[in-house]
């Protein structure tokens, strides 16, 4: 689709929605950001990407 951009078709609606449950990805160090396709691009595509962090060894009362 060029810009970076990349377009997926899926065979099964349940695929769609497995890969869109579980975003955010990333890959060689950078995130994807991850949107099921619409005519136009809204301007403001991505404001943000909400993600998950996992701090380890972190004290209770923390």
């Known amino acids: 689709m060029g810009s970076g951009k990349f377009h ?3 065979k099964e ?3 769609l929605q497995y890969v869109m449950e ?8 950078w995130m994807n ?4 396709w619409v005519p136009t691009v809204r301007p403001d595509f991505p404001v943000s990407i909400p ?9 209770d009362q923390l």
């Open 8 to 10: 997926f078709r899926f």
């Open 13 to 15: 609606e349940s695929d």
């Open 22 to 29: 579980n975003r955010p990805y990333h890959s060689d160090g």
């Open 33 to 36: 950001a991850i949107e099921r």
């Open 51 to 59: 993600f998950w962090v996992e701090i380890r060894d972190l004290p």
